[in-house]
């Protein structure tokens, strides 16, 4: 069986393979439907659309802000791990090392010197960002997009300047909820196009799991709910991880965010708005949802959660309360239950998604910027982009972009609002 995440068959002509896949790039690129691409990159490359095939991806973040940023990651306990298992490897003179975190921000890169000089004329250095949005198709970035280790390969990348290079990339999950924290990479020649590399990086995302999960503080009592950027909640309790259907997701996040309590009434309102049901199908919805967390966890009259929980979008919160807007956007890897049109969510996935927004604005901060741009919430967000192409200088590679994603949403919203920075970069 073939598998889709390895970039060559085994007994097929690496140089052969480049000429195919490079053909197909540059047909892509005129509007053609791509021949003889993995699945995996080509739709990789319709999401790398709005980028330029000849550009680079920007540096987000340097000296004393990037040394502060990964110092605090959660990602740094791991790095000798990563360093045991692949550091051998990224000295050899031919691979690199890199680890990034959940936005495609390259942590550390590591290797030997002479690659290392070499990399840097693609920019893949410390504080880059390496995700789809900005660096089109490559293996951290494109793992991270999809959720899976992936390979990819010399032309299957979009930017140009990278297809001399071929990488394989995992991503890194935290063992509590789920959650990207980022991936691991390591970066080389077409050498690397092999079963063996694939197979070396998940094993290394999997060490890394393993070592923060056997390092997490233990909490017996907390409940963990995982409910952003995920039509269905993810909950974990007592050593369980429960994957909740959409409807027991919806009553749990309400309960979470109401933990005094509420009625059968209120959580049909709730749920169905005006249009709620009697109140015997809320009832026996609840009823289904308690013998799935156990009857300990949920009480009635009213209904409440009879335990402490952590909750991925309070810690969003929580956080911008504490008036920490990065710690909050390294929180959210997307909108609160995304799929769900039940009133009482929606009201606080605006909430969340609101809070956020303002706090990132207020910031003026570049990287952050930046960051909520690349979000499901903030990539259609027109001032979002006007307040990034304002704050970024105009030599900064990602500033054209940021113009021209804000020309484009000003003409689909039929505002005039871009103006001012069209006369600007004039």
């Not at 390259?106 to 000089?117: A, D, Q, S, T």
């Not at 956007?329 to 009482?344: N, R």
Request: proline share 8%; net charge neutral; aromatic share 4%.
């Amino acid at each position: 069986m073939v598998d889709p995440w390895l970039a060559l068959e085994i007994g097929v002509d690496p140089a052969e393979r480049i000429a195919q896949v490079g053909v197909a790039h540059t047909a892509f690129l005129t509007g053609a439907t791509p021949q003889r691409v993995r699945d995996v990159v080509r739709r990789s490359w319709e999401r790398s659309m709005p980028l330029d095939p000849e550009g680079t991806p920007p540096v987000d973040l340097v000296d004393d802000t990037l040394e502060s940023y990964r110092a605090g990651h959660p990602l740094a306990p791991v790095l000798p791990i990563f360093r045991d298992l692949l550091g051998g490897i990224a000295q050899d003179g031919a691979h690199l090392l890199a680890v990034c975190d959940t936005h495609g921000r390259l942590l550390w890169v590591e290797g030997h010197p002479g690659l290392l000089r070499r990399a840097e004329g693609m920019n893949f250095v410390p504080g880059a960002r390496w995700d789809e949005a900005h660096a089109g198709t490559n293996a951290p970035g494109t793992a991270l997009a999809v959720d899976h280790s992936v390979q990819i390969f010399a032309t299957e990348h979009f930017c140009r300047r990278v297809q001399r290079w071929t990488c394989a990339a995992a991503p890194i999950h935290d063992p509590a909820t789920g959650r990207i924290l980022g991936a691991v990479d390591i970066t080389g020649g077409n050498h690397l196009a092999t079963p063996q590399s694939l197979a070396l990086i998940r094993a290394t995302a999997r060490a890394a799991e393993a070592f923060l999960a056997a390092h997490a503080p233990i909490e017996p009592d907390v409940v963990q709910v995982s409910a952003l950027g995920r039509d269905e909640a993810q909950l974990q309790v007592g050593g369980r991880r429960i994957r909740l259907g959409r409807r027991h997701s919806e009553l749990l996040v309400l309960l979470v965010d109401h933990p005094e309590g509420r009625t059968g009434e209120q959580l049909a309102l709730d749920l169905y708005g005006e249009d709620r049901p009697h109140p015997v199908t809320v009832r026996a919805e609840l009823s289904r949802l308690r013998r799935v967390l156990g009857p300990e966890l949920l009480d009635s009259r009213p209904y409440r959660l009879r335990c402490r929980v952590r909750a991925d979008f309070r810690t969003v919160t929580d956080r911008l309360e504490r008036g920490d807007p990065a710690g909050g956007l390294d929180a959210y890897p997307g909108s609160l239950l995304p799929g769900s049109d039940a009133p009482g969510v929606a009201r606080l996935r605006r909430l969340v998604d609101g809070q956020l927004r303002a706090a990132v604005l207020a910031a003026a901060d570049p990287a952050l910027l930046a960051a909520w741009t690349a979000t499901p919430a903030g990539t259609d967000d027109l001032t979002a982009w006007e307040a990034l192409a304002r704050v970024l200088p105009p030599g900064a590679p990602r500033r054209p972009l940021a113009l021209a994603r804000a020309r484009q949403l000003a003409r689909e919203y039929g505002v005039s609002r871009a103006t001012s920075l069209q006369r600007r970069q004039k």
